[in-house]
């Protein structure tokens, strides 16, 4: 199964752009990448997910490299509120289910 | 509607205490998940069901019993649970064919 890399940790400014990135090198050709994430005392959220184009949509967009080994996730104009753990997943196992790595603590400084 | 439900919000429970955990969810979603999360930790998948029965297990101790009595409600129930089975149950669902989940908010689990 294919392993995901993220950074433990990462600051942003209010209302700069953020650039979470994940490695994957071991992806398949033909597995979608996801984006999740947790604010505080929630359950995961659904953010973004893409099978090889750039990805837009009303929270994100996710940029994939050509050769799917990596994908970052952008946020545009970060808030407060977009203070979360980002996790990017890859399907695992033989049944393809979302598996959770360690993700990425995003702290939003005002 | 666009949410999963899950109470109660809070459990404490003693060594030999039986309760549950519920879900629910209007969605027509045909597949439902529970996933454990210990503090500062990503969410570990316990269970699967797809169109009411258990499609996945991922090793999960027999003190943990899940149930699905139709396609809108989801059952955990728990039996001689020890202190480190404290934790946060999620419930999730999705359609059939997608991959995208739906969380509920989660019920905290705390086992003396």
């Known amino acids: 199964d294919a392993k995901t890399t993220q950074p433990n940790s990462m600051e942003s400014n209010e209302e700069e752009p953020v650039h979470l990135p994940c490695n994957h090198s071991?992806?398949?050709?033909?597995?979608?990448i996801h984006w999740y994430r947790q604010l505080p005392s929630q359950g995961p959220e659904y953010v973004i997910h893409?099978?090889?184009s750039n990805v837009n949509n009303r929270m994100a967009s996710l940029a994939i490299a050509e050769d799917r080994k990596s994908s970052t996730l952008i946020l545009h104009r970060a808030t407060l509120r977009d203070a979360a753990v980002y996790y990017c997943?890859?399907?695992?196992?033989?049944?393809?289910?979302?598996?959770f790595g360690s993700g990425t603590q995003l702290t939003v400084l005002p | 509607d666009t949410e999963v439900t899950q109470t109660p919000k809070h459990l404490v429970m003693g060594m030999t205490n039986k309760k549950s955990l519920k879900c629910e969810q209007h969605?027509?979603?045909?597949?439902m998940y529970w996933y454990k999360q210990k503090a500062k930790k990503p969410p570990e998948l316990m269970f699967v069901?797809?169109?009411?029965?258990?499609?996945i297990n991922e090793s999960v101790p027999s003190r943990f019993s899940p149930e699905c009595p139709n396609s809108s409600l989801l059952n955990l129930h728990l039996h001689a649970l020890q202190p480190e089975d404290s934790a946060l149950y999620l419930c999730?669902?999705?359609?059939?064919?997608?991959?995208?989940?739906?969380f509920g908010a989660g019920s905290r689990l705390t086992v003396l």
């Open positions: 893409g099978l090889t």
């Open positions: 997943i890859l399907p695992r196992g033989s049944a393809r289910q979302l598996t």
């Open positions: 999730a669902s999705t359609s059939s064919g997608a991959n995208v989940l739906t």
């Open positions: 071991t992806i398949s050709g033909t597995d979608y």
């Open positions: 069901y797809s169109y009411e029965k258990l499609s």
């Open positions: 969605m027509g979603h045909r597949a």
